[in-house]
């Protein structure tokens, strides 16, 4: 150690966690640092702005699709940033009162084949899913957010079993970035 001190050890084990960055989706970074009102939010905790911006993220979604994604296992949050289910309840209320139409929906997006690495939990997470109408797409890996000719946010997905690439239009996204070892 710094100080002199020795430590003797049988195995050591190093942890240095995850390097957890928008750079790893392109144009992610870009597009959450435009205004808050273009409701792409991130889940990643580097600036006190960012816990501003984020602070109402999934109640802006009047319109069209809210994407929720999560990247591959492991990474940064995993467990713990399945919001399908917590945003599709203030959509809910957002259409009885008139504040969002009837064509706005929740889709979980993720490259993985399940939401859990436990099977009951992801059994029950699927089956709320199914009975709210979220549409959950498995196998989907986020490579690309970018505005296209018209303004409107696109998607960039890939297939992970077939490499299929395929554009997807959206009003607003709460999106976890992959992360990756040190």
Known sequence: ?????????????????????????K?????????ESNNVFTHILDHKTTVSRN????W?????DLICY????P??????????????????QD????????????????????????????????????KRGIDVMFGWEMIEIKHDQYK???AVFKSVDTGDIIEKDFNAACINPPSRPH
């Open 1 to 25: 150690m710094s100080n002199g001190k020795t430590f003797t050890y049988k195995c050591l084990v190093l942890a240095p966690g995850f390097d957890h960055s928008r750079q790893f989706i």
């Open 70 to 73: 999560s990247p591959k296992f």
């Open 60 to 64: 802006n979604n009047t319109h069209g």
């Open 95 to 130: 259409k009885l009162h008139g504040r969002a139409t009837n064509n706005a929906r929740i889709q979980y997006w993720t490259p993985n084949k399940e939401i859990y690495r436990f099977p009951y939990a992801n059994e029950v997470a699927l089956d709320e899913c199914h």
């Open 55 to 58: 602070f109402l993220h999934g």
């Open 152 to 154: 409107r946010k696109i």
């Open 75 to 92: 990474y940064k949050g995993e467990g713990t940033d399945f919001y399908a289910l917590y945003y599709e309840h203030f959509m809910r």
């Open 27 to 35: 144009g992610l970074d870009e597009i959450s640092k435009g205004h």
